[in-house]
T-cell receptor
Framework: GAGVSQSPRYKVAKRGQDVALRCDPI?????LFWYQQALGQGPEFLTY????????KSGLPSDRFFAERPEGSVSTLKIQRTQQEDSAVYLC????????????FGEGSWLTVV | QQQVKQSPQSLIVQKGGISIINCAYE??????FPWYQQFPGKGPALLIA?????SEKKEGRFTISFNKSAKQFSLHIMDSQPGDSATYFC??????????????FGKGTLLTVNP
């Protein structure tokens, strides 16, 4: 498709389980972002990639969170030993030098930790 | 510290009315102010954006008013329609260094337009 694609759309994890969330950005988009959106809140920045380089991971809440983009396209956000407070929507977004300031968001991966 | 404060939290408007959502920011390094629209189960979608060198920008029924001295900006939706019912987020982004890519969002306004 032409947009940012995320999978899985919905994930229920037992506390302590590891999860991996995948993002396929728009083809050719150099910049990739992960945001976390808690219920009833605005998205909060987690991390930023330019191609395969992770230039900013200041928003990752703990060392249980890890993101990678090894070939500069698809990205994976991994959460180890999930906790209930990790329950949120994880949004991936991408942009290109040609899209100006427009950042395109995917529909998100809804994570519920039980 | 919440860098972008948004109000109201929720808003109910009659069809054909004007919806107004306000945001205030603290960081003077911000220089790009977008508004996003989010429908349930969907990701945020860019609606309209403004830079601080202009005081107003209009696109169709949507207008951003910007007051640089007051560090405030607002979204006006004219002739509001039931299809406009969604959550609206204001956001801000810096102009240099490590902040020129990171969007800081407000907490959102749930708009309901009654038919």
């Amino acid at each position: 498709g032409a947009g940012v694609s995320q999978s899985p759309r919905y994930k229920v994890a037992k506390r302590g389980q590891d999860v991996a969330l995948r993002c396929d950005p728009i083809s050719g988009h150099v910049s990739l972002f992960w945001y976390q959106q808690a219920l009833g809140q605005g998205p909060e920045f987690l991390t930023y990639f330019q191609n395969e380089a992770q230039l900013d991971k200041s928003g990752l809440p703990s060392d249980r969170f890890f993101a990678e983009r090894p070939e500069g396209s698809v990205s994976t956000l991994k959460i180890q030993r999930t906790q209930q407070e990790d329950s949120a929507v994880y949004l991936c977004a991408s942009s290109s030098q040609f899209s100006g300031n427009t950042i395109y968001f995917g529909e998100g991966s809804w994570l519920t930790v039980v | 510290q919440q860098q972008v404060k948004q109000s109201p939290q929720s808003l109910i408007v009659q069809k054909g009315g004007i919806s107004i959502i306000n945001c205030a920011y603290e960081n003077t390094a911000f220089d790009y102010f977008p508004w996003y629209q989010q429908f349930p189960g969907k990701g945020p979608a860019l609606l309209i954006a403004i830079r601080p060198d202009v005081s107003e920008k209009k696109e169709g029924r949507f207008t951003i008013s910007f007051n640089k001295s007051a560090k405030q900006f607002s979204l006006h939706i004219m002739d509001s329609q039931p299809g406009d019912s969604a959550t609206y987020f204001c956001a801000a982004r810096g102009k240099s260094g490590g902040s020129n890519y990171k969007l800081t969002f407000g907490k959102g306004t749930l708009l309901t337009v009654n038919p």
